[in-house]
């Protein structure tokens, strides 16, 4: 084997070539993984910090999802030069894919709305769902960072936030939950803000309706609109929305595809480059400290420096499969999850090479997915709209289908090895059919022929015909619908619960009484969809301080090294505190990482 290809014998040649201790310490984790890739420009006596030097920056972000676009822009208004570098051809990562809920309480635009919050009930609330997860220092990080985070991003950027009026905490029963919720989302964006920029785009997950302009609170209304007036006027507003973005000749933005577009534009203005087309491949270590990294660019090796710290906001490994079956439990794959497809554990590798511990490997962005052959569709609305349930392998009933999606999935994995839960089948009826949308499909239409074919979705026009379609004893079946019916006739779910919850009748149908998460299955035909254990990305990575900064095993700091989203083990733990989980900590990290440099380089 040739030394470019060899890592042993190109740091054997580094060192009796001379180099100092700090060289070799900085090429033997970038060399290792330098010669695993494979790119052109790296071999003979040559180590990562004889690789071409891309530039020199104050910071250095992995990553322009929400995470490291947020820290980009706050380093930059710190006085700091930053530079980002995106694996992907698109800027926004799963952000943009996203509906861009953003969890934080106390946040300016809420209390603004005359949100009862305080940060007294925000602490409880925390601590009640994360439990002793993840330490108080962190949860107390986020919480008193978040509301600055948000002021500061609609200070620095055209970004401005909506509150998700009703959208509940997931659990508001606890002691600081909030009934009608302390989520927000972007506001409408105009695209024609990033010009020629707006083509890098990462698309949105799944497009908004032609001519409409939707926000993710809007949902809700629409799937009512054929059976509520309400909806039916959602639906008017949305539409009108979009003719009025059509005639001033803008390219209206919202959800993820707003949130994304919103700090891109913040960076232009701050003259913060994002480099394209550039994936990590190690980061770079002198004397133990990180100080650069090595990515790939134009097909090439190069190093990219960094005076004051790296921030590795570079997203999951949810398309990693190695890494799913490594840490995760099965079955497991990476073809039920909606995150960005660049998402393979580039970051979290690289900072486990560092000496980074990990912690949450085993969880993710839960949520009960029908795997359809276009790709899987994360399904919220669907699975808790009254004349609905889920029923297992057996036929049997075995969870609140209304409950946060992250505990739905929690629940087929604990039960999976001994009553299978994996994959679930969603039985609903035409009644439902008739009045819901389902997916971007409106009520009464057929659903396309390849949900069919794929063997996602099952029609049959009699309960046991379709038990016998989806592999299930049609006696079980008929016995779990009749008690199922019983209990939504009653209004009383003694069996799991569901609507016990404000959070359970948010995605459901206030004509339904006397409880709007439940009605009976009673229409022929009777449908089944195939549920399995989607995910909007894994939620573990590099174990991090209050301060954003890597930890080793041992709690020690990885000097220059810091890391927010889902690069970083969530402040969450394995829980999901309301919408926007994911996005609100992986902002507001960001924003403290960019912070705790800026300090630490004016010190």
Wanted: charged residues 15%.
């Amino acid at each position: 084997m040739s030394t470019s290809a060899d890592p042993a014998r190109r740091i054997e040649s580094i060192s009796t070539a001379g180099a100092s201790r700090r060289r070799v310490l900085g090429a033997t984790g970038a060399g290792l993984a330098l010669a695993a890739a494979g790119l052109p420009g790296v071999g003979g006596p040559a180590d990562a910090a004889d690789l071409p030097l891309l530039g020199t920056y104050d910071v250095v972000v992995i990553g322009s999802g929400a995470a490291g676009m947020t820290a980009a822009l706050t380093a930059a208004k710190q006085g700091l030069s930053c530079v980002v570098v995106e694996k992907a051809a698109t800027f926004g990562g799963s952000a943009a894919r996203s509906g861009a809920g953003i969890w934080i309480p106390n946040n300016p635009v809420i209390l603004a709305a005359g949100v009862p919050d305080t940060p007294a009930k925000a602490a409880a609330y925390l601590a009640a769902v994360v439990g002793p997860d993840v330490s108080a220092d962190r949860q107390r990080a986020f919480l008193g960072h978040g509301p600055a985070m948000i002021s500061f991003v609609m200070a620095n950027s055209p970004l401005r936030f909506r509150w998700m009026e009703g959208y509940s905490d997931y659990y508001p029963e606890l002691s600081g939950g909030l009934p009608n919720g302390r989520s927000i989302e972007p506001d409408q964006l105009d695209g024609n803000i990033l010009g020629a920029e707006l083509a890098h785009l990462n698309p949105s997950y799944m497009a908004v309706p032609a001519g409409m302009v939707v926000f993710s609170a809007d949902y809700k209304w629409l799937t009512l609109s054929a059976v509520s007036v309400k909806g039916l006027a959602v639906a008017a507003e949305c539409l009108a929305r979009g003719t009025k973005a059509a005639l001033l000749g803008q390219k209206p933005l919202t959800m993820g595809q707003s949130l994304a577009a919103g700090l891109r534009a913040g960076l232009l203005a701050a003259e913060v480059p994002v480099w394209l087309n550039t994936p990590l491949t190690d980061l770079y270590r002198e004397d133990g400290t990180v100080t650069g990294a090595v990515v790939a660019r134009g097909g090439s090796a190069g190093l990219v420096r960094a005076r004051h710290g790296v921030v590795v906001g570079s997203g999951g490994f949810e398309h990693n499969a190695a890494m799913r079956d490594q840490y995760q439990r099965r079955p497991i794959g990476t073809g039920w999850t909606v995150g960005a497809k660049e998402n393979t554990g580039d970051g979290i590798r690289a900072g486990e090479r560092a000496g980074a511990a990990l912690d949450l490997m085993d969880d993710a962005w839960w949520g009960p997915a029908i795997p359809l052959p276009e790709q899987p569709y994360f399904c919220l609305a669907e699975r808790t709209l009254p004349g609905g349930l889920l029923v297992n392998a057996a036929g049997a009933r075995f969870v609140n289908e209304a409950a946060p999606y992250s505990d739905v999935v929690h629940t087929m994995y604990d039960r999976n090895p001994t009553a299978p839960d994996i994959p679930a089948w969603l039985i609903v009826d035409q009644n439902y059919r008739n009045r819901y949308l389902f997916k971007d499909i409106a009520p009464t239409l057929a659903f396309p022929g390849s949900w069919y074919d794929s063997g996602a979705a099952q029609k049959a026009w009699t309960l046991d015909a379709l038990a016998g379609r989806i592999g299930m004893p049609a006696a079980a079946l008929r016995a779990t619908v009749n008690r199922f019916n019983s209990l939504a006739l009653s209004g009383d779910d003694t069996d799991f619960r569901r609507g016990d919850s404000t959070y359970d009748h948010y995605y459901s149908d206030p004509a339904i009484v006397p409880n709007s998460s439940l009605a009976p299955l009673w229409l022929a035909p009777y449908y089944a969809f195939k549920i399995v254990p989607g995910d909007l990305g894994t939620k573990g990575g590099m174990r991090t301080d209050a301060r954003a900064r890597v930890l080793r095993a041992d709690g020690s700091v990885i000097p220059g090294l810091y890391a927010a989203g889902n690069a970083s083990a969530a402040v969450m733990g394995h829980s999901y505190a309301g919408a926007g989980s994911t996005i609100g900590p992986a902002m507001t990290f960001g924003y403290i990482a960019a912070l705790d440099i800026a300090a630490a380089a004016g010190s």
